[in-house]
């Protein structure tokens, strides 16, 4: 069954700078940040005003940064595009959801799917890339509902807790997330995205 949601993507700009701050301080986005977390509150904040700069209007952005946002509640989370090369047309995706929905995972799908319809819609980008670690399984499992690939496994490949885990390589390309959105856009007679998320995660339930 189809169901209406207020929640919203929009660039992140500066304005955005305490809540993404206060983000960065979260546990499970420290959990989930690659690399190495161990940074003083002045290098996170220039790290944050750095990212949510604005390129001269004669360069292309190597990065674009989303909130996921309900007006109700604010900003929930953030999606952001790295790396981008516009001649290659790719880029990778972080995704950074935060405690108000990270319950919600029809929700959280949601504005992934969305996320990923701007970058090749609007952008016009052709592949996206993700590493996503072994125990994150509900991000990898939502990139694999839309149609991506693991392409690489990167065995023991971050230490959280004192314990090694693998790290998952993914890709999508446009013509393959394209596919998904025109094999299950049907499943309902009026076409949303919502009842080919539904349709989706069904799948994957019942898949090993």
Known sequence: MSFTTSTYLRRADRDDLDTILSWMEDPDFQRFLYGDAAQSPRQIRERVIQMLGR??????????????ESKENGPLGM???????????????DVYIGDKIR??????????FRALEYAFDE??????????????????????????KRELVLPRHVMRE????????????????????????AVSERFCLESMIAFLSQNLEESP
């Open 55 to 68: 390129s001269p209007g004669n360069i292309m952005p190597s990065a674009v940064y989303l909130l996921i």
């Open 79 to 93: 999606i952001s595009f790295q790396n981008i090369s516009w001649r290659n047309r790719s880029c990778s995706i």
């Open 103 to 112: 319950r919600n995972s029809m929700l959280v799908t949601i504005s992934v």
């Open 123 to 148: 952008l016009n980008l052709h592949r996206i890339s993700a590493l996503i670690y072994a125990f994150n399984r509900a991000s990898w499992r939502i990139f694999e509902m839309a149609g991506a």
């Open 162 to 185: 004192g314990e090694l885990y693998d790290a998952y390589g993914y890709g999508l390309l446009r013509h393959e997330f394209n596919a998904i959105r025109e094999k299950h856009g």
